[in-house]
């Protein structure tokens, strides 16, 4: 794989057991390029420790006044010049294009994941650490990646050095081949406390970032309430942290440093004396001590790449482990099923990879026979949404609402009341949505973000132009212009177009730029763009999560009617508990502690469930028996403040709690329910 081929049409199915396997995958699959760098690197290591050899024949020829001899080493040294050279950029090349193409078939596995779970992800891992994993941690797996064909051509040089020196010189080459072993082990005990200091700062490092992320997304909101100062100051110390281990860190690498540096100095300086004593005695030549001390002194560059792949790896490993953790995680409840109780057994490593590995395989091998379509039901809760209609849905938890959206939309979702906590021996995932009877989670992916689109309670625009955020794929039946109109996006369009007139001087409002998750609009622009933006894509199946909270009253009952009209012949489901989008949906399904709890029309639930009356129009039960008694003595023009007083006053609330603006208020929320 050269990087010009880049991206991978298919990054594999990873081997997520651990952090080793995940790496060891990820040579594996990568073993032409790996092979490659090893024998460049031989080429350059062969030719670089080869050098003594001439060295110490130039000397002896020079000792024995051979002219001949003398040219003979010279061309000899020409010649591995240029071969180190050759091997040394031939080397670095091969291993950039192994570490870049890692990295990025890391990157491709990431982000497979992040589109594979949605908004599940951040729910399942935080938002620091997928951050973290993507980038730093993908650096540094990179790096492992790059140095091991380094350090398989240094270990290849450094043995076959070893062997000839003994064979060349056995007196000395027994003392260099003890000794070169002995340094290479002996940084290994101060490699595990290295690896956790890397990994604390890491830790901290990531918990700095998603600190950090979190003030610059509510910066607005904190500085409404005065909170800049506060959540600075715990980034303040966030970031300290990082620097203190960053320090501590650095401090045991330091040391490693200094072990490698101290004791090859210490080898060399006992091969120079022996080899001495030996020549003084007459037992070897000037040119053989010349021989085996530049052998030895260029033998310590090899050695380095023994330090490199110990600090490679101990940085790799955690970053690995992390890695595999979070592509592990699983869409389909029934894999994750099967993975839970494969952790019982004694076989939990493999059944976990088997989970992880074919259970992809076999959703999107799992392709319907035609279009996904019909009516979507949710298993959990009851909710029963018929094909071609609007509905909405009313719940009184906004996270049991969270929770249901992602439901009909084939999520994995767990933590609430019906998900299957695996902790309590559920099946660590509630059962998906049926759409037309075909469960979500067990057709391929693609057709079911296909049928199904679930736009979230708070959607993220991504930074670019206007006609670029609407550039999404679509069936085609739905223009931008059709979209916009039915969001009710002209105001946003007219501002659009004011600042792109003023920045370029152009006032085409599609080729505005936005800046990252709209932080340039007002929240009621940015959900009506996020809206514009689902509808455009046409889907079978559109779940609404509150896509009105941030807009006015008259704007709010515009959108429901471009919505209905726009929508028409498709499955619409809106989660919402305003009157004015309840009115003018076909059916409303009101869920009561994660369960139906009443069907109807609008109208015909507010006569009919108090619950229901309840959650829509915030009303108490001493509101509702003021309305109560307000509809049988309010037509004789008296009685109601006197009724609503006396019967609140008999459920032992003082009289003085409630006054003539608390009975206009009730009327007005039941002439705006009526």
Same mark, same amino acid.
């Given at each position: 794989?050269?990087?010009?081929?880049?991206?991978?049409?298919?990054?594999?199915?990873?081997?997520?057991?651990?952090?080793?396997?995940?790496?060891?995958?990820? %040579?594996?699959?990568? =073993?032409?390029? *790996?092979?490659?760098?090893?024998?460049?690197?031989?080429?350059?290591?062969?030719?670089?420790?080869?050098?003594?050899?001439?060295?110490?024949?130039?000397?002896?020829?020079?000792?024995?006044?051979?002219?001949?001899?003398?040219?003979?080493?010279?061309? =000899?040294?020409? %010649?591995?010049?240029?071969?180190?050279?050759?091997?040394?950029?031939?080397?670095?090349?091969?291993?950039?294009?192994?570490?870049?193409?890692?990295?990025?078939?890391?990157?491709?596995?990431?982000?497979?994941?992040?589109?594979? +779970?949605?908004?599940?992800?951040?729910?399942?891992?935080?938002?620091?650490?997928?951050?973290?994993?993507?980038?730093?941690?993908?650096?540094?797996? %990179?790096?492992?990646?790059?140095?091991?064909?380094?350090?398989?051509?240094?270990?290849?040089?450094?043995? &076959?050095?070893?062997?000839?020196? /003994?064979?060349?010189?056995?007196?000395?080459?027994?003392?260099?081949?003890?000794?070169?072993?002995?340094?290479? =082990?002996?940084? !290994?005990?101060?490699?595990?406390?290295?690896?956790?200091?890397?990994?604390?700062?890491?830790?901290?490092? %990531?918990?700095?970032?998603?600190?950090?992320?979190?003030?610059?997304?509510?910066?607005?909101?904190?500085?409404?309430?005065?909170?800049?100062? +506060?959540? !600075?100051?715990?980034?303040?110390?966030?970031? *300290?942290?990082?620097?203190?281990?960053?320090? #501590?860190?650095?401090?045991?690498?330091?040391?490693?440093?200094?072990?490698?540096?101290?004791?090859?100095?210490?080898?060399?300086?006992?091969?120079?004396?022996?080899?001495?004593?030996?020549? #003084? $005695?007459?037992?070897?030549?000037?040119?053989?001590?010349?021989?085996?001390?530049?052998?030895?002194?260029?033998?310590?560059?090899?050695?380095?790449?023994?330090?490199?792949?110990?600090?490679?790896?101990?940085?790799?490993?955690?970053?690995?482990?992390?890695?595999?953790?979070?592509?592990?995680?699983?869409?389909?409840?029934?894999?994750?099923?099967?993975?839970?109780?494969?952790?019982?057994?004694?076989?939990?490593?493999?059944?976990?990879?088997?989970?992880?590995?074919?259970?992809? $395989?076999?959703?999107?091998?799992?392709?319907?026979?035609?279009?996904?379509?019909?009516?979507?039901?949710?298993?959990?809760?009851?909710? !029963?949404?018929?094909?071609?209609?609007?509905?909405?849905?009313?719940?009184?938890?906004?996270?049991?609402?969270?929770?249901?959206?992602?439901?009909?939309?084939?999520?994995?979702?767990?933590?609430?009341?019906?998900?299957?906590?695996?902790?309590?021996?559920?099946?660590?995932?509630?059962?998906?949505?049926?759409?037309?009877?075909?469960?979500?989670?067990?057709?391929? =992916?693609?057709?079911?973000?296909?049928?199904?689109?679930? *736009?979230?309670?708070?959607?993220?625009?991504?930074?670019?132009?206007?006609?670029?955020? +609407?550039?999404?794929?679509?069936?085609?039946?739905?223009?931008? $212009?059709?979209?916009?109109?039915?969001?009710?996006?002209?105001?946003? !369009?007219?501002?659009?177009?004011?600042?792109?007139? &003023?920045?370029?001087?152009?006032?085409?409002?599609?080729?505005?730029?936005?800046?990252?998750?709209?932080?340039?609009?007002?929240?009621?622009?940015?959900?009506?763009?996020?809206?514009?933006?689902?509808?455009?894509?046409?889907?079978?199946?559109?779940?609404?999560?509150?896509?009105?909270?941030?807009?006015?009253?008259?704007?709010?009952?515009?959108?429901?009617?471009? /919505?209905? #009209?726009?929508?028409?012949?498709?499955?619409?489901?809106?989660?919402?508990?305003?009157?004015?989008?309840?009115?003018?949906?076909?059916? /409303?399904?009101?869920?009561?502690?994660?369960?139906? &709890?009443? /069907?109807?029309?609008?109208?015909?639930?507010?006569?009919?469930?108090?619950?229901?009356?309840?959650?829509?129009?915030?009303?108490?039960?001493? $509101?509702?028996?003021?309305?109560?008694?307000?509809?049988?003595?309010?037509?004789?023009?008296?009685?109601?403040?006197?009724?609503?007083?006396?019967?609140?006053?008999?459920?032992?609330?003082?009289?003085?709690?409630?006054?003539?603006?608390?009975?206009?208020?009730?009327?007005?929320?039941?002439?705006?329910?009526?």
């Amino acid at each position: 794989m050269h990087i010009r081929d880049l991206p991978y049409p298919d990054p594999g199915r990873p081997d997520v057991r651990s952090g080793p396997r995940f790496l060891y995958w990820l %040579g594996r699959n990568q =073993l032409g390029g *790996q092979v490659k760098a090893a024998l460049w690197g031989l080429v350059h290591m062969a030719a670089l420790v080869s050098f003594p050899l001439a060295i110490g024949f130039g000397v002896q020829a020079v000792v024995d006044r051979s002219g001949s001899r003398l040219a003979m080493a010279g061309a =000899l040294m020409v %010649g591995l010049t240029v071969l180190t050279a050759l091997g040394d950029a031939m080397l670095h090349r091969a291993a950039v294009t192994n570490w870049i193409t890692a990295a990025a078939r890391v990157q491709q596995l990431l982000s497979r994941k992040a589109v594979e +779970l949605g908004s599940a992800l951040t729910r399942k891992v935080a938002a620091g650490e997928v951050v973290a994993v993507s980038t730093g941690d993908v650096e540094k797996i %990179g790096w492992f990646v790059e140095a091991l064909s380094r350090f398989t051509a240094a270990a290849i040089t450094t043995v &076959a050095l070893c062997v000839a020196l /003994v064979l060349y010189q056995p007196a000395l080459g027994v003392v260099v081949a003890v000794g070169v072993p002995a340094l290479a =082990l002996a940084v !290994l005990p101060l490699l595990p406390r290295a690896a956790r200091r890397a990994d604390d700062q890491r830790e901290k490092a %990531g918990r700095a970032t998603e600190l950090a992320s979190d003030t610059v997304a509510g910066l607005r909101v904190l500085r409404g309430i005065g909170g800049e100062e +506060l959540f !600075l100051g715990r980034y303040r110390n966030a970031s *300290q942290e990082v620097r203190v281990a960053a320090v #501590r860190s650095a401090r045991m690498w330091a040391l490693i440093a200094a072990v490698q540096v101290a004791l090859p100095g210490l080898l060399l300086i006992g091969v120079v004396w022996y080899g001495a004593s030996l020549a #003084r $005695e007459g037992r070897i030549e000037v040119g053989e001590l010349v021989t085996v001390y530049s052998a030895v002194t260029f033998l310590l560059f090899p050695l380095r790449h023994f330090e490199e792949i110990a600090m490679a790896y101990s940085f790799s490993r955690p970053s690995a482990r992390r890695a595999a953790r979070v592509l592990a995680l699983r869409r389909s409840s029934a894999d994750g099923e099967g993975a839970a109780t494969a952790a019982t057994t004694d076989t939990t490593d493999t059944a976990a990879a088997t989970a992880s590995v074919d259970g992809d $395989e076999r959703a999107e091998a799992q392709e319907a026979t035609g279009p996904l379509g019909g009516d979507l039901y949710d298993p959990v809760s009851g909710m !029963l949404a018929p094909s071609g209609v609007l509905t909405a849905v009313v719940c009184g938890d906004p996270d049991v609402a969270g929770r249901l959206a992602d439901r009909l939309g084939g999520h994995p979702v767990s933590g609430g009341p019906g998900d299957g906590d695996p902790g309590d021996g559920g099946h660590g995932g509630a059962p998906s949505a049926l759409l037309g009877g075909v469960a979500l989670d067990e057709v391929a =992916l693609a057709s079911a973000r296909t049928a199904v689109l679930v *736009q979230d309670k708070d959607p993220v625009l991504l930074s670019g132009t206007l006609a670029e955020l +609407l550039d999404v794929p679509r069936s085609g039946e739905v223009s931008a $212009e059709k979209a916009l109109e039915a969001a009710q996006c002209g105001d946003v !369009l007219e501002a659009l177009a004011q600042a792109s007139a &003023a920045d370029e001087g152009d006032a085409d409002p599609m080729r505005t730029r936005i800046t990252e998750r709209g932080r340039s609009l007002s929240g009621g622009q940015r959900q009506r763009l996020a809206l514009a933006r689902s509808l455009v894509t046409d889907p079978e199946v559109l779940v609404l999560d509150e896509p009105t909270s941030a807009v006015d009253s008259h704007t709010e009952a515009r959108i429901a009617d471009g /919505v209905r #009209r726009l929508r028409t012949g498709r499955t619409t489901i809106v989660f919402t508990s305003s009157p004015l989008v309840l009115d003018r949906a076909d059916r /409303v399904v009101f869920v009561a502690d994660g369960e139906a &709890a009443g /069907v109807g029309t609008h109208r015909e639930l507010l006569g009919t469930d108090p619950a229901y009356r309840e959650v829509v129009t915030r009303e108490t039960d001493g $509101e509702a028996a003021v309305r109560e008694a307000g509809r049988s003595t309010g037509p004789t023009g008296h009685g109601l403040e006197d009724i609503a007083r006396k019967d609140i006053a008999g459920e032992g609330i003082a009289r003085e709690d409630i006054g003539r603006e608390d009975v206009g208020r009730i009327e007005e929320q039941i002439e705006e329910s009526a």
